[in-house]
């Protein structure tokens, strides 16, 4: 299993290029510059914006790789179709494109409310 040094939710927050609020509500696979290699890239349905610029009413992430047979890697953040919750995102070598690399850059809506009070107060 994959093991995460602890960050406080000010330390995710501060090395965040961009963090919302919204939900999840598609992804597609996308070949990666010819290599053959799929990516999935979900769409994010924004609802607040606490840092950063988002170029419209959504913002591309970065997902979890799809696995042959269903394998899943104790390092990939999952995140399902539908899920609402708080994003850290940071910024990729790809203009609009952003990534979840570690766990606590997401955080499910239902545990959400204490970090969003505090940054929405900053």
Known sequence: MADWEYRTPAEVAAQADLIVS???????????????NLQNIGTVSI???????ADGDTVAVILAPTRPGGLVSSADVLIADGQAGLW?????????LFAVKRPDQFVPADEAAEQIKALASE
């Open 22 to 36: 919204g939900v999840l509500t598609g992804r597609v696979s996308e070949e990666i510059a010819g290599s053959g």
């Open 47 to 53: 609802d607040k914006v606490f840092k950063g610029t």
């Open 88 to 96: 850290y995102l940071q910024a990729t070598e790809r203009a609009g």
